[in-house]
């Protein structure tokens, strides 16, 4: 009997083609075309036959379900045609969120990119000569001004001659030899830099690296395992503290290629510690003619203490002292598209241009458009064209008249707003002790605990991603397009209704 009535009840189905072609879902055929209708129907169909199946519809139910067929099968196309990536705003006041897709590209680097997608370009094609050229020049010349010899006091560093330490103190540096002809090349992110530097300094040999530097950045990027992929021998010198420069010199043997420095992006060790300074570890490779290589990570081209951030080096420091090569990201401090840069001596970056690693690791058309477009704002000193340069250098007090606009937009009676000081963070592995001054937006609601109201905008169209802490919501609008601040009190007075 139960059989028969399961029958009966497909029978009442309609078959797709019936259901695509009622009128109802004219609109909808029309406006997506058939093949994404006729999947729709059918995935709606499905669900009913499984749910008839499990025995979960008896006929009045399916006769209801049936009458609002065609609006599942508009919900199903909407949902299948969403896109899966798309923007949120981010009021966490993270300016680095890895989470978050990190580095906002500059509105030069968008246009960039928009002109290079929809056309053929010169990619690998050198214009005058009508010959294949190399995908690396177009900003490889760019990286060269940048990282020249006199390109300090342009990018707001010390004049050449003197070198702020990691400590804080200025002492004159070595001769600057490096930086002259420091040449470049891009890969897809810094752990492929990394990687492809291994491979190509130290395949077969041995690294020398302290053990207070065998980090781990967020998503496993794992020094240790890095180097086996890379077929070079880790050789761990020092401890977790302290290092001298003494470790390094005692473990150098004829299997030694590389001294690896790496920068410590997201943890601090305090306390009884103890690390060479770079001009040792600098000294020590010269005396012993071995490179040395530093993953700095963040990769700032320009002071970081121009930023309010202390303690972070940039580029240009790393290669004045005589790092030989420096890898570090292009969605970091730099703020431009999601890359891996290797800066440093031209022999050694031939020779990883040459490693056929570099062919698999290589970036495509997009990146060098957005790279080439965030680099000459550098050049041209328009440090505020870049979007993560702009929000470090917003005040306290700017964020906090903006946060007063967003309180006072705010009709809810039910949302208690308060506006109070706070920290924002570089974040994305940068200046791990950075903290920025910043005024905050805290709000909570009476009948809702904090973590409800996050999740409300985060359900909010575009998402609004904020932090919880000490039972309320708080929202920084450093990180916040100032044009968005007013999606921000929207999305409250939306989450703050029952
Ligand atoms: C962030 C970071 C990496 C990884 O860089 P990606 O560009 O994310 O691959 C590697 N090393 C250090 C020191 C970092 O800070």
Redesign the pocket.
Known sequence: MKTATKSDLYRKLPSVDELIRSPELAGALAREGPAATTDAARAVLARLRAEIDAGGLDAARLDLALSGIAEAVERQLRQALSYSLRPVINATGVILHTNLGRAPLARSARERIRGTAASYSNLEFDVVSGERGQRDVHVDRLFRKLLAGDARVAAGLRPAGTLRLRSGQARQSPVPTQSHAASTIVVN????G?LLALNTLAEGGEVIVSRGEL?E?G?S?RIPEVMAKSNATLREVGTTNRTRIADYERAINDKTRLLLR??R??FQITGFTEQPRLEELVDLARKRNLPLME????GALLDPGLLGITGEPSVLDSLHAGVDVVTY?G??LLGGP?A?ILSGRSDLIARMRSNSLFRALRVDKLTYAALEATLLAYVKHDHDEVPVIRMMRLSREGIGRRAEAVAKEIRSLELSVEIMDGESVVG???APGAALPTRLLAVSHPDMNADELAARLRSFDPPVIARVEEGRVLIDLRTVFPEQDRVIAEALENASKR
Do not use: T
């Not at 992110?189 to 492929?192: F, K, L």
């Not at 993953?295 to 963040?298: K, P, Y």
């Open positions: 992110n810094n752990a492929a990394v980090v950045i998503g990027f790496v920068h992006s997201n993953d700095l990570g963040s990201s969605d970091k999601q891996g994305g592995g940068a």
